[in-house]
């Protein structure tokens, strides 16, 4: 299968802090979003954010009337937008005949209303690997390549706390307008482990993060739940988290790590977070 379309529900904390590792893996993880040759999708029901991987090889591979059904539209945009970056080696996105190129870490926007969309990789040896979220969409906004040069940069945390960051922000109100999706990218400096620390909610806004950059044997651990009830999970390379409106996120690596955090929901103030006391944390 080219395409591989899953649907994860929303769950309230009442259910999760019963689950077993494995059970909250089926529920709030998403183990392999880059396989070579396919666009692999899940659509989740915090706030309809579709999560997907697409590692194009030989062939172009389209968003195609898998993902228009799944919408109940005549195509996936027809009433969605979609931001994406792609964390694999150069490739392009072909939107309705026109070709935008994208360099590794570029970011990609494209507005309501696209039809035919394409995704190519320069090198199959080497692929792209495009990290997609869409939302539902009120209007139509300019289609454009934010490169990682556009990204506003912020320096975060101290290396005395293991927690020295970068973070990047592609999606935007201040680089681009869009109806609902944020969309940056945050990279660990070598030495501090810690992200997102001290941890906050906003339960007006869902979270997705797709850890990457992590080596082979090393990984995450994740910290969701209620600041007084937190599980953890383990995260390796190129896996996603699905974090509800009620759950912290933020996590330690057994090194340093990258991320992709993207939001929907119901405002677009990045500072908007409720910050949780570290005390309180169980
Ligand atoms: O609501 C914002 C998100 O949780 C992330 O942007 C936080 C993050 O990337 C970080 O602190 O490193
Ligand atoms: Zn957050």
New binding site residues.
């Given amino acids: 299968m080219t395409i591989d379309v899953r649907t994860r529900h929303a769950v309230h904390y009442s259910q999760s802090e019963r689950m077993t590792s494995a059970e909250l893996r089926e529920n709030f993880v998403i183990e392999d979003l880059f396989v070579a040759g396919t666009l692999q999708a899940v659509y989740t029901h915090y706030d309809r954010m579709l999560v997907a991987g697409v590692t194009p090889t030989q062939t172009s591979l389209g968003i195609g009337s898998e993902l228009a059904k799944l919408v109940g539209a005549d195509y996936l945009l027809e009433r969605r937008e979609l931001g994406l970056i792609n964390i694999g080696g150069s490739g392009r996105v072909i939107a309705d005949g026109r070709a935008y190129a994208l360099q590794p870490m570029d970011g990609f926007y494209l507005g309501m209303g696209t039809k035919e969309i394409l995704f190519e990789s320069d090198n199959p040896a080497a692929p792209a690997k495009f990290y997609i979220n869409s939302a539902p969409a009120h209007a139509t906004f300019p289609s454009r390549i934010i490169s990682s040069a556009d990204a506003i940069e912020n320096n975060?945390g101290d290396s005395a706390t293991s927690n020295k960051?970068k973070?990047y922000q592609y999606l935007h109100p201040k680089v681009l307008p869009t109806c609902q999706l944020l969309m940056?990218l945050?990279r660990l400096e070598t030495g501090s482990v810690w992200?997102?620390m001290p941890a906050?909610l906003?339960d007006r806004?869902m979270?997705a993060y797709l850890y990457f950059e992590i080596p082979e044997n090393a990984f995450v651990v994740h910290l969701m739940g209620r600041p007084a009830v937190t599980n953890h999970l383990i995260i390796r390379n190129e896996q996603a988290v699905l974090s509800p409106p009620w759950s912290i996120?933020c996590g330690a690596g057994t090194g340093a790590y990258a991320?992709i955090?993207s939001?929907a929901g119901d405002n677009q103030s990045?500072t908007d977070?409720d910050m949780v006391d570290m005390k309180s944390l169980k």
Wanted: proline share 0%.
């Fill in positions: 975060l960051r973070l940056g945050t992200n997102t906050h906003h806004r979270e996120h991320f955090w939001m990045f977070m």
